[in-house]
């Protein structure tokens, strides 16, 4: 078995794998942390400019999801809740790239490109018609 970085394929999976369930533990907490608190993020562009960002919504998308009201999560962030697995991908991936030091793969750079490229764009959107 050829090892990366002084790891094994395995040891780089385990890591990964850990990498990706802080984050999740990290979202379960910030859930807990929403549902019996007032505390929560601002939108600095929506308090400053009155518009909505790409990502206005994105909270209350995943306190609807996570209560299985789907339809009220579409609604909130129509953009994001269509590309969340994408989103889950890609998290999971740079994990693994980082634990390999592998470098991106040109394809996977390119389609991250014209993501946050429509990101922007459904910004502006979102902004302009009422989607």
């Known amino acids: 078995m050829a090892k990366v970085k002084g790891y094994t394929p395995a040891e780089i999976r385990n890591r990964t794998i850990m990498d990706t369930a802080i984050v ?3 979202g379960v907490v910030y859930y807990f942390v929403l549902k019996y608190t007032h505390f929560s993020f601002k939108c600095y562009i929506h308090e400053i400019f009155g518009v909505q960002c790409s990502t206005c919504g994105m909270t209350r998308m995943m306190q609807s999801a996570v209560k299985l009201d789907f339809k009220r999560a579409f609604e909130y962030n129509r953009f994001l809740f269509i590309t969340f697995p994408y989103i889950v991908y890609e998290v999971i991936y740079f994990f693994y790239l980082n634990e390999s030091t592998k470098k991106i793969n040109k394809t996977n750079e390119i389609i991250l490109f014209i993501y946050l490229g429509l990101l922007v764009i ?3 959107l ?3 018609f009422p989607i």
């Open 122 to 124: 459904y910004g502006i």
């Open 24 to 26: 999740f533990f990290a």
């Open 126 to 128: 979102r902004n302009i």
